[in-house]
């Protein structure tokens, strides 16, 4: 009996463990922007074509800020002074307009997919 | 010995499943239809206009509703409506309209595909005068909605079924719509947009030689978004009947959003 639950702790070990590890490879890279006096830094982000990634966004502004892709049809409000981590779907190679939606005038940029 | 190794299984566990949750997944977003229900969670006010051109009276309507999450994927709605009906024949009357009340759930979202879909019951409230003719309908409506952007067009689909759940006909009037609106997002600022909308009413009394039962009304709705400023967005159009069933001559149709 005690072998059984030994063998059996085992394999739920090694699968637990081959999750963990394959989640580690999957962990999508990670891409720092950050909006500061309605600007992003840095404006042009380069990204792997075809492959899922996160943008990092840091609002040190007061106020909210809207980040919006409308090529991809996307948005995502982030909160003034938070960061938030945006899981990106992946991307054909290309070039893709970002803004902040509240200050588009200032706040904007591009990833560049390739 | 196996408490110790269950619980490192656990552990090990718990540390996995963070990997995977901590990421927030941006919005999707479509433009505005003027019929057709959108699958996006909003939290907005809504100011409608209306003003249909009936086949026996003039109707005005104004709106006024409120769109709110509950949950990131559950929103209710609460939509209140004054109604100026203007008669051929008689004098006019207005008045408060019947409350309608929804709930929509958010039920898939691929922020890959840009494509969401939604299901979600409206229920029409008795609160306006069914004596003065401003509506006193119990009604409940289901719907699916499901959105995607293919290319440079965006496309909203919609089908509903309504049960009238009061009155004095016999039988009570069931009807189903499908709706499909596709707009070409050419800037920010400005979308065009068609939608083609299709009524039938599938049950309800039908010794009227003008009844609709069993027979498809279908209907385009040209129209537009605008985008004034951030959070603002203006649509208008106009439904127009394409076949001979109809239940009004033309419709048009405006909304002020403000998302706050």
Redesign the interface.
């Known amino acids: 009996m005690?072998r059984v639950?030994?063998l059996l702790?085992m394999v739920?070990?090694s699968i637990?463990?081959s999750?963990?590890g394959a989640?580690?490879a999957d962990?999508p890279p990670e891409l720092a922007l950050t909006l500061d006096q309605h600007r992003f830094s840095p404006e042009e982000l380069r990204v792997k074509a075809n492959a899922?990634f996160?943008l990092v966004i840091t609002n040190k502004d007061k106020e909210d800020e809207?980040?919006e892709?409308?090529s991809?049809?996307?948005?995502?409000i982030i909160p003034g002074g938070k960061t938030?981590?945006?899981?990106?779907?992946?991307l054909k190679p290309g070039t893709y307009q970002f803004i902040g939606?509240?200050n588009?005038k200032t706040a904007k940029g591009r990833i560049v997919a390739e | 010995m196996r408490v110790a190794a269950v619980g490192l299984v656990f552990l090990v566990c718990c540390a996995v499943a963070p990997a995977y949750a901590q990421y927030d997944e941006p919005n999707i977003t479509f433009f505005y239809p003027l019929v057709t229900r959108r699958p996006i969670i909003e939290r907005e006010l809504e100011f409608k206009l209306m003003h249909t051109k009936g086949l026996d009276a003039r109707e005005t309507e104004a709106t006024a509703a409120i769109e709110f999450p509950i949950l990131p994927r559950l929103q209710f709605e609460v939509e209140v409506p004054f109604l100026v009906l203007n008669p051929d024949e008689g004098k006019v009357v207005a008045g408060f309209g019947d409350i309608e009340l929804q709930a929509k759930l958010q039920v898939f979202k691929s922020v890959q595909y840009r494509a969401l879909v939604a299901f979600g019951l409206e229920s029409k409230l008795a609160s306006g005068s069914r004596a003065r003719g401003l509506g006193g309908e119990y009604a409940v409506e289901p719907f699916l909605t499901a959105g995607i952007a293919l290319g440079p067009f965006d496309l909203i689909g919609e089908v509903a079924y309504e049960w009238i759940l009061n009155g004095d006909e016999h039988p009570r009037e069931q009807e189903f719509t499908a709706r499909l609106a596709i707009a070409y997002p050419a800037s920010r600022w400005f979308i065009p947009l068609l939608e083609l909308v299709t009524v039938t009413k599938t049950r309800g009394p039908a010794d009227d030689e003008e009844s609709l039962l069993h027979k498809t009304q279908v209907y385009l709705v040209p129209g537009f978004n605008i985008r004034p400023r951030a959070g603002v967005t203006f649509r208008a159009g106009v439904q127009v009947p394409v076949t001979t069933a109809k239940a009004f001559d033309y419709q048009f149709l405006s909304a002020l959003v403000v998302e706050f």
Do not use: C, G, N, Y
């Open positions: 005690r639950v030994w702790t739920i070990l637990a463990l999750v963990a989640s580690a962990t899922p996160v809207e980040f892709m409308s991809l049809r996307i948005e995502k938030l981590q945006l899981k990106m779907p992946a939606d509240f588009e």
